[in-house]
């Protein structure tokens, strides 16, 4: 990978305490930048293997291995599965898209063929099954970055949760919870590590302080318009003239997206009936 592309975190929050530390795990994960547009080489099959073994390996609630994960290599597949996810172009440049499921399918079938009553229908084991597949997208996004290619993580795959099961042909117990894009990226698609909110503001010292919030908030927001994250991608408010030297920055764009929560989720319905959904197809949320 090109020192160009390497630029880690703690180079542009000037964080220097961290030099002497040479780790390339820490300078993968501190140069991450999502990647939305790919060329059409392939992924060698060994980098692949090495994603998914990588993704495998990520911790997992109890052992249980709540999660399966579906390999979408097949043109035609990689096109619907963008269609129903926000008609987002990436997923269908991408060479492979993966799609995590947390699934509780193969924990009935296991407790069934032991002889035994599945008792574990409940929220507790939806949000399980939903970490352990978060975990392994996560680890799969991050060795694809150490291989030196470009992913990005497809929360739209719940746009269609319907069309997604029939698609992939997912049983019950079986919800597709997120994808991942991966591929190499098009030249000159990166627009440098996106700034993250203040240390101050998302990490707490024993316990939670809203102390630094005010000043952490004013300063990134400062620096979001600095960067224009948001030219051209602002969301409106229906029936309200946009006011005048008005700062839009993380803060305006996240309180509108917070009053039209389908700006969010970039669907219409905001996944309205997702819980509905879900228990028809054999969660429980008790
Ligand atoms: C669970 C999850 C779902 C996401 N879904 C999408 C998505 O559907 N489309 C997209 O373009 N980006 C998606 N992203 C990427 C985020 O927009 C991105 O991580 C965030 O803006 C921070 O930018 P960065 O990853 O470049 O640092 C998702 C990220 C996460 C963690």
């Known amino acids: 990978m090109s020192n160009n592309i390497f630029r ?26 999502s990647i939305r547009a790919f060329n059409s080489k392939t992924i060698p099959g060994d980098y692949l293997e090495a994603i998914i073994t990588s993704a495998r390996s990520a911790p997992t609630s109890s052992n249980l291995q709540a999660y399966s994960i579906i390999v979408v290599s097949s043109q035609e597949k990689k096109d619907s599965l963008a269609t129903y996810s926000g008609d987002q172009n990436f997923i269908r440049e991408a060479p492979v898209f993966l799609v995590f499921c947390a699934d509780i399918h ?89 700034p993250r909110l203040p240390q101050k503001v998302t990490v707490h010292q024993e316990g939670y302080s809203t102390e630094h919030l005010e000043e952490g908030l004013k300063g990134y927001d400062r620096q979001m318009v600095a960067r224009r994250t948001y030219e051209g991608r602002r969301v409106s408010i229906a029936g309200e003239p946009e006011r005048d030297g008005l700062e839009y920055g993380w803060c305006e764009h996240t309180a509108r ?11 219409a319905s905001l996944r309205e009936n997702l819980r509905a959904i879900l228990e028809s197809h054999g969660f429980s949320f008790k």
């Open 8 to 33: 880690k975190r703690q180079e542009l929050e000037g964080i220097t305490s961290l030099d002497d530390l040479k780790s390339e795990t820490i300078d993968v994960l501190t140069s991450h930048e």
């Open 106 to 194: 193969r924990l009935k079938y296991v407790t069934n063929r032991q002889g035994y009553q599945f008792e574990g229908d409940s929220l507790e084991m939806f949000l399980l099954a939903s970490m352990d597949a978060t975990l392994t997208m996560q680890n799969a996004l991050v060795a694809s970055e150490a291989l030196g290619l470009g992913a990005v993580p497809v929360g739209s795959i719940r746009n269609e949760p319907i069309k997604v099961i029939e698609e992939l042909n997912l049983p019950k117990g079986v919800y597709a919870l997120v994808g991942l894009a991966i591929g190499y990226e098009k030249e000159g698609v990166r627009r440098g590590i996106k």
């Open 257 to 267: 997206r917070c009053t039209r929560p389908e700006t969010i989720a970039a669907s």
